[in-house]
């Protein structure tokens, strides 16, 4: 079946830097990919909707300059936190649709992100 | 706006026993889909079952079927014959709106499942 895949699986930086996690689709193309938050014992919350070839669509309270999301080929879209600060450190997840369906979402299996 | 209630933040279950894990929820679409997502504390989600909301039969998937009652809103996951790795975090999920490789989920708070041997 579809596979979506995430890297790194976690990662720990230093306050100030930044830090790109990337979101592969491996046997599918992928127009859209959704990126999601979760911190602990929380629900995941979606933060944007990653769009091919154009700009990617933010939630209401995600800050677009500290969370860039790049979708430039059908099957990579990344996302990079600028200038992390401690309260950045969360469970970043992926995911897309199985192409022509929408009655199963694949998730990326996401991103423990520690900013020290 | 759409939204997904999940009621119960913790149960325990005795293994072999079934158990009903709970979720409301609230859109004014016509065409919806609901899911269910286990999450275990690795963190991957699992995709457990699908219902579509133009769908008159309760999906079932193996141990896993889904309680779908339309007129309530309310998409109930229940497992049968619980077994030790069932322990795990329980999402309910909405796609808003009719089907589009842009349409979201959303999700709600999730119900910790844990199995007693």
């Known amino acids: 079946g579809a596979v979506v895949s995430q890297h790194p699986s976690w990662v720990i930086c230093k306050s100030g830097t930044s830090v790109k996690i990337e979101c592969r689709s491996l046997?599918?193309?992928?127009?859209?990919m959704f990126w999601y938050r979760q911190f602990p014992k929380q629900s995941l919350m979606l933060m944007a909707t990653?769009?091919?070839?154009?700009?990617?669509?933010?939630e209401q309270g995600v800050e677009k300059d500290k969370f860039l999301i790049n979708h430039a080929s059908l099957t990579l879209s990344t996302l990079t936190v600028t200038s992390a600060h401690p309260e950045d450190s969360s469970f970043y997840i992926c995911?897309?649709?199985?192409?022509?369906?929408?009655?199963?979402?694949?998730f990326g299996q996401g991103t423990r992100l520690t900013v020290v | 706006a759409q939204k997904i209630t999940q009621t119960q933040p913790g149960m325990f279950v005795q293994e072999k026993e079934a158990v009903t894990l709970d979720c409301t929820y609230d859109?004014?679409?016509?065409?919806?889909?609901l899911f269910w997502y286990k999450q275990p504390s690795s963190g991957e989600m699992i995709f457990l079952i699908y219902?579509?909301?133009?769908?008159?039969q309760n999906a079932t998937e193996g141990r896993y079927s889904l309680n779908f009652q339309k007129a309530r809103k309310s998409a109930n996951l229940v497992i049968s014959a619980s077994q030790l790795g069932d322990s795990a975090m329980y999402f309910c999920?909405?796609?808003?709106?009719?089907?589009?490789?842009?349409?979201?989920?959303?999700f709600g708070s999730g119900t910790r499942l844990s199995i007693r041997p």
């Open positions: 859109t004014s679409d016509q065409s919806y889909g």
């Open positions: 046997d599918f193309q992928a127009t859209t």
């Open positions: 995911s897309a649709w199985a192409r022509g369906t929408n009655t199963e979402a694949f």
């Open positions: 990653s769009n091919e070839g154009s700009k990617a669509t933010y």
């Open positions: 219902q579509g909301s133009y769908d008159e």
């Open positions: 999920a909405m796609r808003e709106g009719r089907r589009s490789s842009a349409s979201k989920i959303i």
